[in-house]
């Protein structure tokens, strides 16, 4: 043992002391990345528990979305009007909705009355036939008479010709009439179809979906993925009077622990450099490039403010100004020590102040809560003028993060104002041109019409002279028949002058509901005319003709008139006049739209006039001004809607061709009042 004097043996305590702290360092660093590994496993796994959570939550709400749009888009075909029409509707309907299966009507026995199979495979019912398994609707149907509301029944299974088969759920809808219930509707729904439009291609790839009952069996699944069974999550489907259970099954196994605990390592190192990282903070150097950048950035936020054309603004949160910009300051008149703090602002309408402060407040709580865009306001410059401004809000924070106020830019709109009235004025002047250039064109057809009312006038008053000056008292009947007859012709003149009267009148444009024939009615004697000249027939095909739309009718009315008369023109030269046929045909489309078709049996278009076609002030007539089909592509998408054309095919035996001209306009709300059954009072009357 060696003595205390001995110089080797005083180290001997210190080097075991410090061989005692590493290894100390050491085992508390592996306790550490083993906690930290542990933990990233746990984490990883309570993330991907999460995520299947997720995925089941937002499949079980796409689920349950599509079943209500489709019940809510199925009691349509409840309606009394829609019974007559219920084949054509609903194959229609189950043309646009792959996962329903089946429509049928059934009367209070329980009789079907009228059955649609959905146009894609497979058929459902061709080996166990329906009557078979009716019991669950039947039930179903039951439930909803008693709650006066749809009801889904249980699923049931139904076997296919192939051996295979699938699980099918009913939705029963009553159907009432004045306030009676007078059979069913009962619509089928196949549950894998439903489950895999439900679940997109991308959950698809990594998960397994079913459709689970209570004590596990499943009845339908979805998914290119088979479920691994470490993470799973079920979620119920509330559906009117029955549930489904939803089951997602994740792909993915347990969290690895190889790349893992790299990904620990990785971040301890982080963690160390970071903490030298802070050390470095310090540097001097570093902040005062930091201040230098500060400097530069605010100095150029300043510059690119001053630039602006755009008024901007700050307010504290009492609505008070604490900045504005050159710009803003220029559009109001008013210098920036002028508006600062100023309450109620100067360029404010006096005598609106109160009205200004509510809508503050209101809009500023709409864009803390995240609402955006802008709105349209007055402000009133130093000399009084007032202008029309869009102001634009968003939420003022401070480096914490804080609420301070809010930031706001201004535009000035009086000059955009200004050139959409000139364009809107330019645009009315135009069509009042075409207008009165259709009229005129006309004029000639109008006097051949007006001889005849004419001729007959001048018939009956001579005749009335000439029994007059005979004196006989027998004639008096006759002479009252021969007044009836004048006032009679002298009608019809005033309503064939009246038409063209009240076609050219001008007044301001209002969208309002409007019936199809009225629209019609109101052209047919204009056509007529024009139609008589060239021994052309009309043929009109309205499939409902009391069907409104939400249209400025005397627009529209000039719409059907231009191509009305232009398909006319095109038959008068190369179509035999056997074969010379307008047809005027309008249907509802997709219950939102009516399209209006104007046909004509002429000899087509060429293609390089199609492609100028609605350019305007191009014309193939040498009397025409090329204003009337671009005036009608703009009337038709002023109302929202679309014009074109089509080449209509030739048949087999040489007749047909020619083309169509079609557009669409908007089909009024079903609540909307109007004079459906008779036309508008500006609608001239059919001579």
């Known amino acids: 043992m060696p003595s205390p004097a001995d110089p080797a043996a005083a180290p001997a305590p210190r080097v075991r002391r410090r061989r005692l702290l590493w290894a100390l360092l050491v085992v ?22 999460e995520q299947v959570e997720a995925v089941a939550l937002a499949t079980a709400a796409e689920i349950k979305r599509r079943t209500q749009r489709a019940v809510q888009s199925m009691q349509s075909l409840t309606w009394p009007e829609q019974r007559a029409a219920l084949p054509v509707q609903a194959a229609e309907w189950l043309r646009g909705q792959r996962e329903w299966v089946r429509i049928e009507e059934r009367d209070m026995s329980w009789r079907v009355l009228q059955a649609v199979d959905t146009p894609y495979g497979p058929g459902w019912f061709e080996r166990l036939p329906r009557v078979e398994v009716s019991q669950e609707a039947h039930l179903a149907c039951t439930a909803a008479l008693r709650d006066a509301a749809p009801r889904f029944s249980r699923s049931f299974f139904v076997p296919l010709a192939d051996g295979r088969g699938g699980e099918l759920i009913d939705l029963c809808m009553p159907l009432q009439s004045s306030g009676v219930t007078r059979g069913y509707l009962v619509a089928t729904l196949a549950l894998p179809a439903l489950l895999e439009d439900a679940v997109s291609v991308e959950m698809g790839r990594g998960h397994e979906f079913s459709f689970v009952e209570a ?77 230098a950048a500060l400097a530069d950035a605010l100095a150029f936020r300043k510059a690119m403010e001053d630039s602006l054309i755009t008024g901007l603004r700050a307010q504290d949160l009492q609505g008070r100004l604490t900045y504005a910009n050159p710009a803003f300051c220029a559009m109001v008149g008013f210098g920036a020590e002028e508006l600062l703090h100023a309450d109620p602002p100067p360029y404010w309408p006096a005598e609106r102040v109160a009205e200004y402060r509510a809508r503050r407040v209101e809009r500023q709580a709409r864009a803390a809560a995240g609402a955006s865009g802008g709105y349209e306001t007055e402000f009133v410059r130093r000399n009084g003028e007032r202008f029309p401004v869009v102001v ?156 409104r739309v939400l249209a400025d009718a005397t627009m529209v009315e000039q719409v059907l008139l231009n191509l009305a008369r232009n398909a006319i023109q095109a038959m008068e030269v190369d179509t035999p006049a056997e074969q010379r046929v307008l047809e005027l045909r309008s249907q509802v489309v997709q219950n939102r739209w009516v399209a209006f078709s104007v046909v004509d049996s002429g000899p087509g278009i060429a293609p390089e006039v199609a492609r100028r076609l609605f350019t305007p002030f191009f014309t193939t007539r040498v009397d025409g001004m090329g204003l009337g089909l671009s005036l009608c592509r703009t009337v038709v998408e002023q109302h929202g809607g679309a014009l074109d054309f089509a080449p209509r095919p030739r048949r087999a035996d040489g007749s047909g061709g020619g083309t169509e001209f079609r557009f669409t306009l908007p089909l009024a709300p079903a609540g909307a009042e109007a004079a459906s059954g008779a036309a508008p009072a500006h609608a001239p009357h059919t001579p």
């Open 28 to 49: 508390l660093l592996l306790v550490a990345q083993s906690l930290l590994v542990v933990l990233t496993l746990e984490y990883e796994g309570n993330r991907a528990q």
């Open 215 to 291: 004590d596990g069996t499943r009845v339908a699944r979805a998914g290119a993925a088979r479920g691994a069974g470490i993470y799973r999550a079920e979620h119920a489907v509330d559906l009117p009077g029955q549930w489904l259970q939803l089951r997602v099954d994740a792909a993915r196994t347990g969290p690895r622990l190889i790349p893992n605990l790299a990904t620990a390592l990785v971040m301890g190192l982080s963690l160390a450099l970071f903490a030298l990282v802070l050390l470095l903070v310090r540097d001097v150097r570093r902040r005062a490039r930091a201040e």
């Open 392 to 547: 634009y809000d968003a939420p003022l924070l401070d480096a914490a993060g804080r609420h301070t106020g809010w930031m706001s830019a201004a535009v000035d709109i009086t000059e955009r104002r200004r050139a959409e009235e000139l364009a809107r004025a330019q645009q009315d002047r135009l069509q009042a041109s075409a207008r009165l250039a259709t009229v005129g064109e006309m004029a000639s057809l109008l006097s051949h019409e007006l001889n005849q009312p004419l001729a007959a006038i001048a018939s009956y008053a001579n005749g009335s002279l000439n029994l007059l000056a005979a004196g006989a008292p027998h004639d008096e009947a006759d002479i009252r028949l021969a007044v009836e007859r004048i006032a009679e012709q002298a009608a019809r003149a005033g309503r064939v002058i009246k038409s063209v009267h009240d076609f050219v009148r001008r007044r301001e444009a209002r969208h309002e509901p409007v019936a199809v024939h009225a629209l019609v009615d109101a052209v047919l004697p204009l056509v007529r005319l024009q139609a008589r000249k060239s021994g052309t027939r009309i043929d009109l095909d309205l499939a409902q003709p009391h069907a």
